[in-house]
């Protein structure tokens, strides 16, 4: 279209005087308010949503959490604000567990395979033909009196998931098993010497002014990281005085990332280094004469071996470095010492925790603001918090019965063993000789994949279940969980779908005529009998005038407790051992530090997109497996980021991704347990490599447990390079100069 | 509370308290529908985070240090991404958010050119999740098409539920635990991030920033916006991280 000079004047004119006109009146204001278009318009109802308490899964710890549903789909997880232990916090973790709920490789009904084992081969069976295989198999041990080659292995399980399991197994004459990858069978060895606990006392980070930590990287993946956070918040700002955090440690771990001070030790001297302190602070008279004898066995002579000058050299430190932390830690007025992870998985582990945690006694801060709280016992008789697992000694023992042929059936629940047990264990060609495998897995992970019968169980989201609590808040607290949604494989009718393990247990139980001596037919019922006891009590948070009132009190608030049954204020100190220097196992140039990493865990959530994309807070590295060097190390052996490098150890070796930073000590390398396996679905199979895979058999010498942090390896690139998939970088950092700054510090005596 | 007309949302973020956990990242990612970052997203620098937590080194073995920040939208009073959206589909609203319409947005990239929290996010793709895990999306977000721009909300329908719930009750909206609140806030372990509204005196997040800002420069003053010097005037409000060894202030 052609425009005359006149029409063009007078458009421009027209829509000038538009403008002015419009600008005059503004937006309307609804069309302000529009945010996204999820505003709807008045005559649409939104959804009503439900939100229903329960317990998390996801950790070592249990949070109480609670789910939003809507229209009876779970669609978001947040803590639930009334829950003694996270008080309304979660991790990163407990959120994923909306993603095990609905992951497209659950599986839909039980199965029982007419392939060979690992070929993937099954046929879809009834549950009732399911049961039938399982129990056929136990009576057939039955009939010939070998219970006891029947084998129930599971995770740490407690309350009454726990309590079945181990009324099943000993009312069969089945041998029990519990199966953690990260044994923390040295630690709770040491809290029940040490403190008198079964279970773990509680740390009252949020109080303490001095926190000196030694391995366990409690703020990120170290039995109850949540609290611990929630804690650590408080400690750092939640009071006039701004708490001091020192941590000991062989590697750079999250949590060393957060302490004010990292110490670097040699691995497995964290020990030495606690000795060391309690050693200066015995000598400078700043202990009390019955807390030296207790330790000591009355005779202190024995600690100088462990003064600060004596162990200084091995430990890797100099010896004003413990003179000064020991001085800390006794001249501050809430002193708390934490300890485990790396420095429990060495030789001397237990005596290196054993020291750790009797810097308390030192330190005099038991059943005390700021200190360590003790624990109650469970207000129910047969209810207790989950044990820890076997020893890798144990382990080692059975795969050596099951050679042997002293194993028949072996039921696995929740416990990926041919993942986690390491190479040396023999176990994935041992099991070979077990003819019956049967799984309870509700996904296909390692140990499933192989399982001759599976009998899916539910996901925690639908199911019933209690909890006490593995790292308890100095009062009694029982955690209740309930189904928050209908079973997802519901449509699929009464005889497919998914069971929960305990109804299982309690159903095979029934066919074998086998009495459990609990009262009830489903776990449900169990479960309200032991409400009805609660109930009996007479005290606690739900104040009910009927049982059945009290039953929806518990469930409405996720839990019961009582905040006036408090735990022992005291406990006995016990002698302490000397620290003997950690064995290490191969002749490779770096030490390997692997961890647990803060998505995956030991292996367990690596299904779970949304954690195998998680960044790891240190290296921020996701979905693969990499290994940490030290930069300048990286540099002088012509390695950069990215190289595929094999990390061999004993004869065994994997294959990652070199991750050079500047914080990995010199001598060493770290890599993240979690990745590696075969199986596990689509978000995990045949991702990254299995450092587990790979250790040595170095035990703990009190426990037998795995020393897993007691290899040196060597490190080889292979020549390849593939892109690191990190978060790093995926934004442009932040421009750092005089008047662009990013993090803003400030100095410590501001506050 | 004030009325709507009156609300500045915003947030104060204590590093000193972050531990750099990644429990709001999840968190945001499960109340966003956010798509899953595949590793080839990673790979290609296509991920989406809208909070995010950025990893800094400083100095060397020994002595070195890890810092981390969560960095999210900072919805900026003066916003550089709003002037450039050729169809207005990112704006100011009247509670001081800075908001983004995704039905209108064309996905020129412009305002992602302009923000310099590069806190912005294309989608490059169609988002695609197996059949199952749909199950989980929030029916209270959009679900963001290829060839669109998103980004941190505040978690606006979960202010848009509380101020519905609050006038279908008849009562004030609140902030803080039981009130209004973004997912990342609620999930935060550590209590680092706190919300609320910046026009109501007596709100947390106004106390705490007059208590961080009226102090500036002054040792105990801890309060900074980032990139101030831009002078983008953000809702977002840091506290310096205290170092021990920091000696004196660093950074200015």
Same mark, same amino acid.
């Given at each position: 279209m052609a425009l005359t000079r006149r029409q063009f004047l007078t458009l421009m004119g027209g829509s000038a005087g538009a403008a002015v006109f419009f600008q005059a009146c503004g937006i309307p204001e609804k069309e302000l308010l529009?945010?996204?278009?999820?505003?709807?318009?008045?005559?649409l109802v939104t959804g009503i949503d439900n939100w229903y308490a329960t317990s998390c899964r996801q950790c070592d710890t249990c949070e109480g959490i609670v789910v939003r549903v809507m229209e009876g789909r779970a669609k978001k997880i947040e803590g639930? %604000? /009334?829950?003694? $232990? @996270?008080m309304g916090k979660h991790g990163p973790?407990?959120?994923?567990g909306l993603q095990g709920l609905y992951?497209?490789?659950? $599986?839909?009904a039980p199965l029982v395979r007419t392939?060979?084992? !690992? %070929?993937g081969e099954y046929r879809e069976i009834s549950w009732e033909d399911a049961i039938a295989r399982l129990t056929n198999e136990l009576q057939n041990l039955q009939d010939s009196g070998d219970e006891g080659q029947a084998v129930l292995v599971t995770n740490p399980i407690g309350a009454h998931h726990g309590l079945v399991a181990d009324k099943f197994a000993s009312t069969f004459g089945a041998r029990r098993f519990t199966y953690e990858p990260l044994e923390t069978s040295v630690v709770r060895k040491v809290v029940s010497d =040490?403190? !008198?606990? @079964?279970a773990m006392p509680d740390f009252d980070i949020e109080n303490s002014d001095y926190l000196l930590s030694f391995g366990a990287d409690f703020l990120s993946t170290w039995v109850s990281p949540t609290r611990y956070s929630r804690g650590y918040g408080e400690f750092r700002q939640g009071h006039d005085h701004r708490g001091k955090m020192v941590h000991v440690d062989s590697r750079f771990s999250a949590t060393a990332a957060n302490a004010d001070e990292w110490i670097r030790v040699n691995p497995g001297t964290e020990g030495m280094f606690a000795l060391s302190v309690i050693q200066h602070a015995v000598s400078m008279g700043h202990v009390s004469d019955d807390v030296v004898n207790a330790l000591t066995g009355g005779?202190?002579?024995?600690?100088?071996?462990?003064?600060p000058e004596n162990v200084a050299q091995q430990v890797g430190v100099s010896a004003e470095t413990i003179t000064h932390v020991a001085e800390d830690f006794t001249h501050s007025d809430h002193p708390l010492a934490i300890g485990g992870g790396s420095a429990a998985a060495h030789s001397n582990g237990y005596s290196a925790v054993k020291a750790v945690f009797s810097l308390n006694h030192v330190a005099g801060n038991i059943g005390k603001k700021g200190g360590v709280i003790l624990n109650p016992d469970?207000?129910? /008789?047969g209810l207790a918090a989950a044990p820890a697992g076997n020893s890798f000694a144990e382990f080692q023992r059975l795969t050596e019965d099951m050679q042997a042929g002293a194993v028949k059936v072996l039921m696995v629940r929740g416990a990926d063993l041919f993942y986690g047990?390491?190479?040396?264990?023999g176990f994935k060609g041992r099991s070979?000789?077990?003819p019956m495998i049967v799984s309870f897995g509700g996904m296909m992970d390692d140990t499933t994949s192989m399982a001759d019968l599976i009998l899916p169980e539910h996901h925690y989201l639908e199911d019933w279940g209690t909890d006490v609590p593995l790292? !308890?808040?100095g009062y009694e607290v029982v955690g209740f969980q309930q189904? =928050?949604?209908?079973?997802?494989?519901?449509?699929?009718?009464e005889n497919l779908g998914t069971k929960g393990f305990a109804d299982v247990l309690l159903a095979a139980s029934q066919v074998m005529e086998m /009495?459990?001596?609990?009262?009830?037919?489903t776990f449900k019922d169990v479960i309200r009998e032991s409400a009805r006891e609660l109930y009996g009590?007479?005290?606690?948070?739900i104040n009910a005038s009927s049982f059945e009132s009290f039953w929806n009190g518990v469930l409405q608030r996720g839990g019961w407790w009582d905040v006036n049954a408090k735990g022992p204020n005291t406990a006995e100190p016990a002698r302490l051992d000397g620290v003997s220097s950690p064995v290490i196992s191969g002749s490779g140039e770096f030490t390997l530090m692997p961890f647990a990493s803060a998505s995956l865990l030991d292996g367990?959530?690596?299904?779970?997109p949304w954690m195998q994309a998680m960044p790891d807070?240190?290296? +921020?590295?996701?979905w693969q497996t990499w290994v940490e060097i030290n930069h300048k190390v990286a540099e002088d052996r012509g390695i950069k980021e990215g190289d595929v490098v094999t990390v061999s150890a004993s004869g065994r070796s994997i294959t990652a991704l070199a991750m050079p930073n500047p914080? +990995?000590?010199?001598d060493a390398v770290s890599i993240p347990f979690g990745q590696g396996h075969r199986d596990g679905g689509r978000y995990s199979a045949g991702r990254g490599g299995n450092?587990?895979? $790979?250790?040595?058999? =170095?035990?703990?010498?009190?426990?037998?447990?795995?020393?897993?942090?007691?290899n040196k390896v060597s490190v080889t690139p292979t020549g390849e390079w593939v892109r690191v998939p990190k978060f790093e970088n995926t934004v442009p950092e932040f421009p750092r100069d005089e008047h662009n700054h990013v993090i803003e510090l400030t100095s410590g005596d501001a506050h | 509370m004030a009325d709507s007309q009156d609300r500045k949302w915003g947030m104060v973020v204590d590093i000193d308290r972050?531990?750099?956990?990644?429990g709001c990242v999840i968190a945001c990612q499960s109340e966003n529908n956010i798509p899953n970052n595949l590793e080839e997203h990673f790979n290609q620098r296509r991920a989406i985070q809208w909070i995010r937590i950025e990893r800094y080194w400083e100095g060397e073995y020994p002595n070195v240090k890890a810092r981390f920040i969560p960095v999210m939208c900072?919805?900026?009073?003066?916003?550089?991404?709003?002037?450039?959206?050729p169809v207005y589909a990112t704006y100011h609203n009247n509670e001081g958010l800075n908001v983004q319409v995704y039905n209108r947005c064309?996905?020129?990239r412009f305002c992602a050119n302009g923000?310099?929290?590069?806190v912005r996010f294309f989608n490059f793709w169609e988002p695609e999740w197996p059949d199952s895990l749909?199950?989980?999306?929030?029916?209270?977000?959009t679900v963001r098409s290829r060839g669109i721009m998103e980004k941190c909300s505040f978690c606006v329908q979960r202010i848009r539920r509380s101020t519905r719930e609050a006038d279908r009750d008849g009562v004030q909206v609140e902030d803080g635990d039981r009130g209004i609140s973004p997912a990342c806030v609620n999930a935060c372990p550590t209590t680092s991030l706190t919300f609320g509204d910046?026009?109501?005196?007596?709100?947390q997040v106004s106390i705490m920033k007059e208590e961080a800002m009226s102090n500036?420069?002054?040792?105990?003053?801890r309060g900074y916006r980032l990139l101030d010097n831009l002078g983008t005037e953000t809702n977002v409000i840091y506290l310096k991280k205290v170092d021990e060894s920091a000696g004196a202030v660093h950074g200015h």
């Open positions: 529009i945010d996204s278009p999820i505003e709807m318009p008045e005559d639930n %604000s /009334d829950y003694p $232990i @996270n973790r407990c959120e994923a992951h497209p490789d659950r $599986i839909s392939g060979p084992r !690992g %070929s =040490v403190f !008198g606990q @079964n005779d202190s002579d024995w600690l100088s071996t462990y003064s469970s207000p129910v /008789d047990l390491p190479d040396i264990a070979a000789s077990v790292a !308890g808040v189904p =928050v949604v209908r079973p997802f494989f519901e449509d699929r009718g /009495d459990l001596g609990l009262n009830g037919e009590l007479g005290r606690g948070s367990r959530n690596a299904s779970l807070p240190i290296s +921020t590295a996701t914080a +990995t000590p010199p450092v587990l895979a $790979i250790l040595d058999a =170095v035990h703990d010498q009190a426990t037998g447990s795995l020393a897993w942090a007691a | 972050c531990t750099g956990c990644n900072q919805q900026c009073g003066n916003a550089p991404c709003e002037p450039v959206c064309i996905g020129t923000c310099p929290y590069h749909k199950n989980q999306l929030n029916p209270d977000v910046f026009n109501d005196e007596t709100s500036r420069g002054k040792k105990d003053g």
